[in-house]
């Protein structure tokens, strides 16, 4: 049984990884039973909340990791929202630069948001996950 704490190490290490890392760590993952996906992002993040909401939908829906229908959209979009805002807070009007990862494993879905914060030469990091179930059934 998949629990979410290995989902969760899935997308935050889908978070953190290179592009040219990314196939590795998804066949890696998928062996386990584990979808994967990553997408970059960026700009600032008070413009950027909305667009990083549908990047990490758009980048679900195109490795399989959750079918077209509003409770799978739902659950992608909620979870990515939960890890925007625990960024948001240090990057409340900054420029951001970084990557989402996403995993889904069993009834976990979880989205990881690694982010760069830049503000001149002072760079801040942060990262932010979120969690949401959809069963098994619904798959």
Same mark, same amino acid.
């Given at each position: 049984?998949?629990?979410?704490?290995?989902?969760?190490?899935?997308?935050?290490?889908? /978070?953190?990884?290179?592009?040219?890392?990314?196939?590795?760590?998804?066949?890696?993952?998928?062996? $386990?039973?584990?979808?994967?996906?990553?997408? #970059?992002?960026?700009?600032?993040?008070?413009?950027?909340?909305?667009?990083?909401? $549908?990047? /990490?939908?758009?980048?679900?829906?195109?490795?399989?990791?959750?079918? #077209?229908?509003?409770?799978?959209?739902?659950?992608?979009?909620?979870?990515?929202?939960? /890890?925007?805002?625990?960024?948001?807070?240090?990057?409340?009007?900054?420029?951001?630069?970084?990557?989402?990862?996403?995993?889904?494993?069993? #009834?976990?879905?979880?989205?990881?948001?690694?982010?760069?914060?830049?503000?001149?030469?002072?760079? $801040?990091?942060?990262?932010?996950?979120?969690?949401?179930?959809?069963?098994?059934?619904?798959?």
């Amino acid at each position: 049984m998949i629990n979410s704490i290995d989902v969760a190490k899935a997308a935050i290490k889908m /978070a953190t990884s290179e592009r040219n890392e990314e196939k590795t760590i998804h066949e890696k993952y998928k062996a $386990e039973n584990i979808l994967t996906a990553a997408v #970059d992002v960026g700009g600032n993040v008070n413009d950027s909340i909305h667009k990083i909401m $549908e990047r /990490a939908l758009v980048a679900s829906k195109r490795m399989n990791i959750i079918k #077209d229908c509003h409770i799978h959209d739902g659950a992608v979009v909620g979870a990515a929202r939960e /890890a925007i805002m625990q960024v948001a807070v240090k990057a409340n009007g900054l420029s951001v630069g970084g990557k989402i990862g996403i995993a889904r494993g069993g #009834d976990h879905v979880i989205v990881c948001i690694f982010m760069n914060i830049g503000l001149l030469h002072l760079n $801040e990091v942060a990262i932010g996950l979120g969690h949401r179930s959809i069963p098994q059934d619904n798959i």
